[in-house]
């Protein structure tokens, strides 16, 4: 089949075989960003390692991915439905860190030393693939060698005095030696192209296999060449949720047809169990009126905390319920102690508000919450003590040479312009 389309590409300049018209077209299917129900989508960088290939598993929606403010930020993998999603929560949404990380895990075990016989094999197929084109051009050589001494002895058994005649077959003579010679060149051609191709060296191919897992999970590892092989070994990978046991089920749809299924624990902090919700009517008892009504609708949408029509709480449905409670508004002036968020204290403290959290998470800056996933309450009095002045020390201190000049640039550097 190979020297068969090497013979009609030669003649045919214009032809291509079937294989790499469905190659064309699935570069198309996955270039095509616009519609909702098409194939997997190429990878086009970013952070996420399975960036077009995440697919949603109960509506079969492609999941895009979503980054945070800053590089700190995680990313994560969200399936927004249909249109009447909108304003209502979505499909699914998980966090891309441990997904991706279980999904290298396997990718690095598939590239192992079954893997690389699996190329070496393939090398030796492509090896015999090129020895057949070879064959197939001898062949077709030797044919147009009969032709031409056929021709050249037609030619000289010819009465010379019949000129057209021997015109004519001089003529097929000649076409026939510059076919020979045609012949000839694309042989010569071949057999350098094939002298050029590197040799498939064993022992070094295994070698790869045993240190990958060092160069993957390398510090300066270049995630687009990740992301490629993760696209040459995966055809899809199908995403859903099991809230029972608050894990994500993971299956893979490795390109040579064979499936594998991971189960990923889902991180548990600042969210309620499904069965100890708590009613909104008790949550705003407890922080209405301690802090603004648009920061309540964000506390209660992160607890899941749902109304009665399920959709998203707002700053309006929050005032209605308040107001419906007796409530009063919330009032900076009636605190009597002065607090600040975390991220006026990131503001005052010169360091980022991950940096505030890990402080809180260590016990060095002492902070309040009314409820669970609620704004965190500081006391300025604390931003003074020496223990959290050494906790913010040792933060700055971790800072790369370059901070200052990384502070300083405004502009944003695009490819190509």
Not at 220 to 237: F, M, N, P, Y
Not at 340 to 366: E, F, H
């Amino acid at each position: 089949m190979a020297a068969w389309n090497v013979l009609l590409r030669d003649h045919h300049p214009g032809y291509i075989s079937w294989e790499e018209f469905e190659a064309n077209q699935q570069l198309i299917s996955e270039n095509t960003h616009m519609q909702r129900r098409t194939d997997r989508k190429s990878a086009r960088g970013g952070r996420a390692l399975l960036t077009g290939l995440v697919r949603c598993a109960r509506c079969g929606r492609v999941m895009r991915v979503f980054y945070g403010s800053s590089f700190a930020r995680p990313y994560r993998y969200h399936c927004r439905g249909d249109d009447n999603h909108v304003g209502g929560w979505l499909c699914i949404g998980i966090g891309g860190l441990r997904i991706d990380k279980a999904v290298a895990v396997q990718i690095v075990e598939a590239v192992s030393g079954h893997a690389v016989e699996a190329a070496i094999k393939a090398a030796e197929q492509a090896a015999k693939a090129d020895d057949d084109v070879r064959q197939a051009l001898s062949h077709e050589l030797e044919g147009a060698h009969y032709e031409a001494s056929l021709e050249s002895r037609r030619y000289e058994a010819v009465d010379p005095t019949k000129r057209l005649v021997a015109r004519e077959l001089e003529a097929r003579w000649n076409a026939a030696l510059e076919r020979v010679a045609q012949l000839e060149e694309r042989l010569k051609k071949h057999d350098a192209a094939t002298a050029q191709r590197p040799k498939v060296d064993r022992a070094a191919l295994m070698t790869l296999a045993h240190d990958l897992p060092s160069v993957w999970n390398a510090p300066g590892a270049d995630i687009r060449t990740k992301q490629r092989i993760t696209h040459i070994l995966i055809r899809e990978v199908l995403i859903d949720l099991d809230d029972a046991t608050n894990e994500a089920v993971v299956t893979i749809h490795w390109s040579g047809g064979r499936h594998t299924e991971l189960r990923v624990a889902r991180v548990r902090t600042g969210r309620y169990p499904a069965d100890r919700r708590p009613n909104p009517v008790e949550v705003i008892r407890k922080i209405g009126g301690h802090w603004p009504d648009y920061q309540v609708a964000v506390t209660m949408n992160r607890m899941r905390c749902k109304p009665a029509d399920g959709k998203a709480w707002t700053t309006v449905r929050v005032r209605e319920l308040r107001e419906r409670l007796g409530i009063a508004p919330f009032d900076p002036a009636s605190k009597t102690e002065e607090m600040i968020t975390v991220d006026k204290a990131a503001l005052r403290l010169g360091i980022c508000v991950g940096s505030i959290y890990k402080l809180i998470r260590q016990g060095v800056l002492p902070a309040t919450q009314l409820v669970p996933s609620a704004p965190w309450e500081i006391p300025v009095a604390a931003l003074d003590t020496e223990a959290v002045k050494t906790g913010v020390q040792v933060i700055i201190d971790r800072r790369p040479r370059n901070h200052r000049v990384l502070q300083d640039v405004k502009t944003l550097a695009l490819p190509g312009i």
